[in-house]
């Protein structure tokens, strides 16, 4: 072989072994620990066995042996103050002491610094929240918002009888600001642990972090800021194109533009429920507007903390007609029935026979405590109020206000309202006469004036002859912050509620807020009723990431067609000043087509947190009912 092939052997081998090597440590701290505990382990056998060799009369009495020497090689390389005391009757001996110390300094030294930095690595790492969660059927969010600080306490009740739950978050926002802000606004969570990571709700492998594949429910909540739609749908997008390793758990989610429903729906597949809050939270501040109190009902409807509705199958009730089984129950009320095919019918037609197979849709305070009554209750027959058909009237309604819900509130209360009524719609915009024009076109009933002003100032309100309206609806600003917008809000109520003592007027006022924490602010106002957009929706996202069956009894309940809840005089179903049970109320409202579910007491109607209003009351309750009382019923009109 030439010289100059061995060279170019050589060359290569050199290189070679530097490429492996530079392949080792750029896997990180872990290989450079390895590197360094190596060296320091090959320099104190090296030494040890040299003081071994060479001077081992030098050791400690009782040491002069391997495991001495050895001993003896690892306190001079891990503490340089071992060298002075070296004794000097052997110059060999320092000379090896002190060369260990020397490499000691640099090498345990650096392996040392490593382990430090690699420990604040990893705390930093652990801040980050970017570890995988590893969890089984518990219920992953992914984003954040303001929603958040309403799911999460609705979620920990729901849990409240489990041993072991967890939610598990994931948000593009620092994991301990996360952390902190949910223990600042929502205190103790019990039982339930939250488990919060930083990572992009639209990249797949952040989203592995949650463990999706164990996961009950997959909550995905709509951001704040410009276009909040597109980041749900882009997210459902990504939940759609994941692998799944088993059955894709139940997926819900919502968009604040009905525009955008048909979208989010087709990114999210068949398994993923899409809520239209545009759609729901309008009705919601229409209906509310007519019969005060329907926001409470609808609260208390759609948390864990009162009565819920559930599916609850009872042979026993298999032949009954419909109209019978409202009485089955003592603790629960029957609002429907889901047949076998997975269609839902609420308060069908009194005749509707009970099928095999039926599950009813009743409203109890827990499925334990769902059970049937011994014996039908008895009613009141002589109490029971003549029915009769209240005259449709025209109405005049005031709306105060403009954000992007007002021309869909304008159109359905359109469907509500006696032909000949008129709506006056005031706000500060420019382009309000446009907006109101757009909204007009097709209406059946409702005329629609528009007049610019600033609806938190005094004058311009008085101008309005405020005496003239049946109903007001004061909307929040979608073009200002949230708190800012429930700032002018606030100011507005209380300017209409001087202006009502003041002229004797009574008119219903019923106002939209972007956060709770003010609606109890506005208790001062004495507004009749209060709609919580965002609240209601996020209960309802709740609602069905533990029940997914409930889907289509929620879509049907806050529909314009078929039945939907009402709250209406109760001296139309029982006569003023009689004491009864409320099974005579019951029968009162079948009589009519309807499924009573409760009442509201006008005397409470300012009383947090029921106002007033009682849901799924025992069949044998007395209640005696005043001329401004309310019976609560799932009627078609």
């Known amino acids: 072989m030439s010289r100059s092939t061995s060279a170019r052997s050589a060359a290569t081998f050199r290189e070679r072994l530097r490429y492996w090597f530079d392949n080792s440590m750029s896997k990180g701290t872990p290989a450079l620990i390895g590197w360094l505990g190596l060296v320091s382990a090959l320099l104190v056998v090296v030494f040890g066995l040299l003081v071994l060799a060479l001077t081992h009369d030098s050791l400690p009495d009782g040491e002069q042996n391997f495991v ?26 320092l000379v090896l002491g002190f060369g260990v110390t020397l490499g000691g300094l640099f090498i345990v030294s650096a392996l040392v610094g490593v382990l ?18 590893v969890e089984n059927g518990h219920t992953a969010v992914i984003g954040w918002s303001d929603q958040i600080f309403t799911i999460i306490p609705e979620l920990v009740e729901a849990n409240a009888s489990e041993r072991d739950s967890c939610i598990a978050i994931l948000a593009d926002r620092d994991k301990v600001e996360m952390e902190e802000e949910l223990r600042s606004r929502l205190g103790d969570t019990g039982k339930t642990r939250i488990v919060c990571r930083t990572g992009s709700p639209i990249e797949p492998t952040d989203m592995d972090i949650l463990s999706l594949d164990t996961a009950r429910s997959i909550m995905v909540l709509t951001p704040s800021g410009e276009d909040p ?15 799944w390793r088993r059955r894709r758990p139940p997926i819900v989610a919502s968009v604040v533009d009905t525009a955008n429903l048909a979208a989010a729906r087709l990114a999210g597949g068949q ?7 545009d759609d729901i939270t309008a009705r919601l501040v229409v209906q509310s507007s007519r019969q005060s109190g329907l926001s409470v009902v609808c609260t208390d409807l759609l948390d864990f903390g009162g009565d819920e509705i559930y599916l609850h199958a009872e042979p026993r009730l298999t032949g009954f007609p419909y109209g019978e089984a409202l009485f089955a129950f003592e603790t629960a009320s029957l609002i429907g029935l889901q047949r076998p095919d997975g269609s839902v019918i609420l308060n069908p037609p009194m005749e509707t026979e009970i099928v095999q197979g039926d599950n009813l849709i009743v409203l109890a305070e827990d499925d334990s405590k769902i059970s049937l009554v011994r014996r039908k209750p008895s009613v009141v027959g002589h109490a029971i109020a003549r029915p009769y058909r209240r005259p449709e009237a025209p109405e005049r309604t005031l709306l105060l206000g403009w954000n992007n819900r007002a021309a869909r509130i304008v159109r359905e209360l359109d469907n509500y309202v006696a032909p000949g009524s008129v709506l006056q719609a005031v706000a500060r915009r420019e382009d309000g006469q446009e907006r109101i024009d757009e909204a007009a076109v097709g209406l059946r009933a409702l005329t ?26 004061v909307l929040a600003d979608s073009d200002l912050e949230p708190q800012h917008a429930d700032s002018r809000t606030l100011v507005t109520l209380l300017h209409l509620r001087d202006m009502e003592a003041r002229s004797g007027h009574r008119f219903s006022i019923v106002s939209e807020m972007n956060d ?32 997914q069956h409930l889907g289509l009894v929620f879509q049907q309940l806050f529909e314009a067609e078929g039945s939907e809840i009402y709250l209406k005089p109760a001296v139309e179903y029982i006569q003023a000043g009689q004491t009864v049970n409320f099974a005579t109320v019951i029968e009162s409202a079948r009589i009519r087509g309807e499924s009573a579910i409760g009442y509201r007491l006008q005397a409470g ?7 007033g209003v009682v849901l799924n009351p025992g069949k044998d309750d007395q209640v005696t009912f005043g001329p401004l009382d309310r019976v609560i019923v799932l009627a078609e009109d």
């Open 271 to 277: 398994q993923t429920q899409v809520v239209d809050a």
């Open 68 to 93: 001495g020497a050895m001993w003896t090689a690892l306190m001079h390389a891990m503490d340089a103050g071992t060298v002075a005391g070296d004794g000097a009757d052997s110059p060999l001996y």
């Open 229 to 243: 739609d597109a980041h749900v749908v882009k997210t459902l997008l990504a939940l759609s194109n994941r692998t």
């Open 516 to 547: 709770d924490r003010n609606r109890r602010l506005a208790q001062v106002t004495k507004a009749d009723d209060f709609v919580v957009g965002d609240k209601l929706i996020s209960l309802l996202m709740t609602q069905l990431s533990e029940n």
């Open 605 to 611: 109607a300012k009383e947090p947190p029921a106002y």
């Open 448 to 473: 629609v004036n528009f007049k610019e002003c600033d609806t938190t100032d005094r004058f311009a309100l008085e101008s309005l002859d405020i005496g003239t309206y049946d109903h007001i609806v």
């Open 116 to 133: 430090t930095t690699g420990l604040d690595n990893k705390l930093q790492d652990l801040r980050k929240g970017r570890s995988k969660v």
